[in-house]
């Protein structure tokens, strides 16, 4: 008897509410077309790989994007500039970013990922291991440990692959500078180079001639397309031997206005250009985005 009750107050409700039900049928499948729609226009006008030279004012920090969403940052910047830059590239529900790379644990470079690691969950974090004195460091290391985050040190040159074919080389370090402290902390930096599709972006973070020159003698570098030059411009960094070999298209100089370190250094600005380097800096240009499509360059 339940039964049939409970089946006849179904179907008069159905009765009396059937044009609200088709209504709100109809609204949900259409919410869901637009959803899914704009799911697949989104990936369609993305390109096959996007890197943005953030604008963090003095300091560094690259986000790289690829088609498949693998988010790869390359250092965080000064204080309180990273996370508006990574809200400009990342949806509001996105909080997790696959890899970060710390190149070296200068305040410009990891101060700005303590507020990443505050803010978003990490895939993994690579960085050389070496020993830093500073507060900013310690923070850093701490905050990795206590969120038992993996950690990759580069104690050997090691590639990291991603979507469709594209490659992030790390091709220095060459030794284990875990647990060390240097004199120069800059003759640990990650250098990476990203192939793709045929085009290749060198990131020099601070090295500096003594890296430069190792790297050219031991024939680590060649003809790039794009050099992150190292060292925000400085006159330490982007040698002419070191352009000779590397014959940059394009040279994106990571700096803030009116810095106090004079970066970047007018020397440098002549070599570029005696070299054939279009030059890019984040400290007139803001940030910088370029795109890979179909082979293809494209600077925004
Ligand atoms: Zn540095």
């Known amino acids: 008897m339940s039964w049939n009750f409970s089946q006849s107050s179904i179907y008069k409700f159905y009765k009396i509410h059937q044009r609200k039900i088709f209504g709100g049928a109809a609204f949900l499948l259409l919410a869901l077309f637009f959803l899914v729609g704009y799911r697949v226009f989104d990936y369609v006008q993305k390109p096959d790989l996007e890197v943005s030279f953030f604008d963090v004012w003095q300091g560094d920090s690259i986000f790289v994007e690829s088609k498949d969403g693998t988010q790869i940052l390359i250092d965080g910047g000064p204080p309180n500039r990273i ?9 509001f529900f996105d909080r997790f970013i696959d890899v970060v790379v710390l190149t070296h644990p200068h305040a410009d470079h990891v101060s700005g990922l303590i507020e990443v690691l505050g803010r978003y969950n990490i895939g993994m974090i690579i960085e050389s291991g070496v020993d830093y004195h500073t507060a900013e460091a310690k923070i850093f290391e701490s905050l990795v440990a206590e969120k038992k985050l993996k950690k990759v040190t580069v104690d050997h040159p090691i590639n990291l692959n991603f979507a469709n074919g594209a490659v992030l080389k790390f091709i220095y370090p060459e030794e284990s500078f875990v647990g060390m402290t240097l004199k120069n902390v800059h003759d640990s930096a990650l250098v990476g180079e990203l192939d793709f599709e045929d085009k290749k972006i ?4 601070d090295a500096e001639k003594n890296l430069e020159k190792r790297l050219v003698e031991e024939g680590r570098v060649g003809d790039v397309d794009v050099l992150k030059t190292g060292h925000h411009g400085s006159k330490t960094s ?10 940059p298209e394009y040279a994106i100089i990571s700096s803030g206005a009116r810095n106090r370190y ?3 250094a007018q020397e440098v600005l002549s070599r570029l250009a005696s070299a054939g380097a279009q030059i890019f800096r984040t400290d007139l240009d803001g940030t910088i985005t370029l795109e890979i499509r179909n082979g293809s360059l494209i600077w925004k």
């Not at 996370?83 to 949806?91: D, E, I, T, V």
């Not at 060198?202 to 973070?205: I, K, N, Q, T």
């Not at 982007?238 to 014959?247: E, Y």
Request: a positive charge; proline letters at 8%.
């Open 262 to 264: 004079g970066h970047p």
């Open 202 to 205: 060198l990131f020099m973070s």
């Open 83 to 91: 996370l508006p830059n990574l809200g400009s590239r990342m949806s």
């Open 238 to 247: 982007s040698n002419d031997f070191f352009l000779r070999v590397t014959k």
